[in-house]
């Protein structure tokens, strides 16, 4: 039977237990809807999840990647080799992590440092996709910080890629939805880490509670400064509340050293406009117009024209005719 | 000898002269606004359910979110197209007069019902011409936006920022193009013997002269100098 649910994944080095388990990430732990202003109130708050990518450590195996793409099940293509690390060339429908190599020349050492970020969605406590999507229920978040596509919801207009400030979502050519990262959802809600973190050989992912990973953050940076790394630290970009997937980056008062990670996210002022009063403002704008035109169409006198005025209508092509006739006369 | 245009396009002619109607538009015309307001009408709803999460269900109309995102931007393409073909038959009757600026100054008048107080005009009056030119402004403004942030096509047309801006000014005019088109409609209706024009292709001489008496003129003038009688 599956009547226990599953507990609340702290890492993802844990092996699964043996007995069936039942989800324990139910739709009643949404507590945001795209296109949904009132979802009711979840009856019990999960515990913040995260995972922690430290960029010190990775070594670029790209085992990430292939756990990403089978547990998935997904088929990136196979592409041309243009003699770049990364592959495929860039986030696609079909692969929602890339290893992003950077080649870095320190001016403060003179040295070469190669910089590698496992790239995909940041699952944003305030995400940007999510206030952009048109479609009632395409994306969701959960309330232990998971920001998921539902691709029965949506519909392919990419307003998503719009609203990203991290420019991860991906539309699908051929199903015309939108794709990314779930934090592997799926298995965090049989408490299961995701897959990324469970194949990283170097333990460069790790996935726990939100808390767990600052701390552990906290003592990855400490260590990374007693080795001369003064500018190292955690990326949690407070621009938007904070996310859920974050980096121990060496020089974290440059994030975008790293293929051009950006140095202080936000979502677009322009989406929040567009997105906010523009919507309301416009539809008001819009249906009073409207009301006022029926209104007036209901209470105004018409524009009549009356008989008189057909009559001198009558009277000037007349008019024209008879000058037309005395000058031919 | 047939004398030149001024206030009149090809086609338009005085029909009957007891009672006098005047032909206004030709059916050519007429099937080319139709169009153009059958996609627009498309349009409107289409863009709506996507503008706000309230009418999302309009999607519902043309068979779900889907088919919606994949139907609005082709009937925009139908729509420019047609529409080009009317800004070619109106736009030399839209551009600007001098009886415009005390047209638009004496606008009160007109509400109030004293028409005969404002100037005598040609084909179209400054209200018209507003809506005309505001059409075709904000219609290059929506395709070339629309484009912008097309993305089953053009997915890599423009840089994420640029389609921000696109999508936010893509709305913005669409809110205006459906102020213009409330306009249009009603003033159509509150005029009464206006909407026969693009129904029967002929208004009647009063209607004529009492809003449009210099193409009225200038077709009465015209009506046995036309070489083909």
């Known amino acids: 039977m599956t009547s226990e649910r599953a507990p609340e994944p702290v890492t993802a080095a844990a092996n699964p237990p043996l007995q069936p388990l039942a989800s324990n990430l139910l739709p009643s732990d949404v507590i945001r809807v795209s296109a949904t202003s009132d979802v009711p109130a979840p009856e019990r708050h999960l515990t913040e999840v995260a995972k922690l990518i430290d960029?010190?450590?990775?070594?670029?195996c790209k085992a990430c990647q292939s756990a990403c793409i089978e547990w998935n099940d997904t088929h990136p293509d196979i592409e041309e080799n243009v003699g770049v690390y990364e592959n495929p060339h860039d986030l696609t429908p079909d692969m929602f992590t890339l290893m992003r190599f950077t080649e870095y020349e320190n001016p403060v050492t003179n040295e070469f440092e190669w910089l590698i970020r496992k790239d995909g969605c940041m699952h944003c406590a305030d995400p940007g996709c999510l206030k952009a999507c048109p479609a009632p229920g395409a994306i969701v978040q959960y309330s232990n910080g998971i920001v998921d596509f539902i691709s029965d919801n949506c519909i392919g207009c990419g307003y998503c890629i719009a609203g990203c400030p991290f420019n991860i979502p991906r539309v699908s050519k051929?199903?015309?939805?939108?794709?990314?990262?779930t934090l592997c959802s799926d298995r965090v809600a049989v408490g299961q880490g995701p897959a990324c973190a469970k194949a990283c050989p170097t333990k460069a992912i790790s996935f726990g509670t939100k808390e767990a990973m600052v701390e552990l953050a906290s003592e990855r940076v400490e260590d990374l400064k007693s080795r001369g790394y003064d500018h190292a630290g955690l990326y949690d970009p407070q621009g938007v509340g904070g996310t859920h997937v974050m980096y121990v980056l060496h020089h974290a008062?440059?994030?975008s050293l790293y293929a051009g990670l950006p140095d202080d996210p936000q979502i677009s002022p322009v989406v929040r406009g567009w997105k906010g009063p523009a919507k309301t403002v416009g539809l008001a704008v819009a249906g009073l117009a409207a009301a006022g035109a029926v209104l007036h169409g209901i209470f105004a006198r018409p524009n009549e024209v009356t008989a008189h005025e057909e009559g001198e209508a009558e009277d000037l092509v007349?008019?024209?005719?008879?000058?037309?006739?005395?000058?031919?006369? | 000898m047939t004398e030149e245009r001024v206030y009149s396009a090809p086609g338009d002619k005085i029909e009957t002269k007891h009672p006098v109607t005047v032909n206004r538009y030709r059916g050519y015309t007429r099937l080319n606004h139709w169009v153009t307001a059958a996609c627009m009408i498309v349009l409107l709803i289409s863009g709506l359910s996507l503008f706000h999460p309230s009418l999302f269900f309009l999607t519902d109309i043309f068979g779900g979110g889907q088919t919606t995102r994949w139907l609005h931007p082709i009937v925009g393409l139908v729509l420019v197209a047609s529409f080009l073909l009317l800004f070619a038959q109106m736009w030399k009757l839209n551009l600007p007069r001098r009886e415009d600026v005390e047209w638009s100054r004496k606008i009160g008048d007109l509400l109030q019902g004293n028409e005969e107080n404002l100037p005598e005009l040609g084909k179209y009056n400054a209200g018209q011409k507003v809506v005309f030119w505001g059409m075709s402004g904000l219609i290059v403004v929506l395709v070339t936006t629309g484009v912008m942030i097309w993305e089953q096509y053009f997915p890599h047309l423009v840089s994420i920022p640029a389609r921000r801006i696109a999508v936010a000014v893509h709305s913005l005019a669409a809110i205006f193009t459906i102020l213009i088109f409330i306009v249009h409609v009603y003033a159509a209706i509150w005029t009464r013997g206006t909407i026969r024009a693009m129904t029967r292709g002929t208004v009647t001489g009063g209607w004529a002269f009492r809003h449009h008496r210099k193409w009225l003129r200038e077709l009465a003038g015209r009506q046995r100098s036309d070489p083909s009688k």
Not at chain 1, 174 to 181: G, P
Not at chain 1, 318 to 329: I, L, M, P
């Open chain 1, 174 to 181: 051929t199903a015309h939805v939108s794709k990314k990262c």
């Open chain 1, 318 to 329: 007349e008019d024209h005719d008879q000058r037309h006739g005395d000058r031919e006369a």
């Open chain 1, 253 to 255: 008062d440059q994030p």
């Open chain 1, 55 to 60: 960029v010190s450590k990775c070594i670029g």
